[in-house]
């Protein structure tokens, strides 16, 4: 029977509560052990925002009630975030190691939508991965120009929280949809 209570005690711990920022922004996941820090030091207040229950974590002095969502009472001020810079390992990642012309994973390089010697800039917005037959191919032209559609449009990375909460509320309406 006690292993039991240890298990399920385990099963708790490793379950994680969404942190809401004082404007009700979703702004990251934390651990129930941190969800109860922020509660206890009041931090943080319970947000029941769907009909699921949370968990009641006890000590031998005190119960605490944490609910899937808590959001955050003090003010946190926004870290700027910088956009980072172009590179072929972002590139890459974006692009998900395949060509943008043909999908191919082998002998990769880095190819600008709109040539450098015909005013193309180095952005994410311009720069795609490419296999290097489908880069040579292509030349000094643009994708429409060589009959090469890109099967991604590039697009610079978004911030870590606006993704998050892209996530979140995606998760959100199809959990009320079902």
């Not at 490793?14 to 979703?26: A, G, H, R």
């Not at 012309?101 to 190819?111: E, F, S, V």
Request: proline content about 7%.
């Amino acid at each position: 029977m006690r292993s039991q209570a240890a298990m399920s005690i385990m099963q708790v711990l490793e379950k994680s509560v969404v942190v809401f920022s004082q404007n009700y922004l979703p702004l990251c996941r934390v651990n129930i052990k941190r969800a109860v820090v922020l509660l206890v030091t009041e931090k943080a207040e319970p947000l029941d925002i769907t009909t699921e229950s949370g968990w009641h974590i006890s000590s031998p002095s005190l119960v605490v009630y944490v609910p899937k969502h808590i959001r955050l009472k003090i003010a946190s001020r926004e870290r700027m975030w910088k956009l980072p810079p172009v590179n072929r390992r972002g590139i890459l990642r974006r692009d998900s190691h395949s060509c943008q012309y043909c999908g191919t994973t082998k002998n990769l390089t880095l190819d600008h939508v709109i040539p450098r010697s015909r005013g193309g800039r180095h952005t994410w917005d311009n720069v795609v991965a490419a296999c290097s037959v489908c880069n040579s191919r292509k030349s000094n032209r643009s994708p429409k120009e060589a009959g090469m559609p890109l099967r991604t449009k590039p697009k610079a990375p978004v911030h870590p929280t606006v993704s998050f909460a892209e996530q979140f509320w995606k998760g959100i309406v199809q959990a009320n949809l079902e």
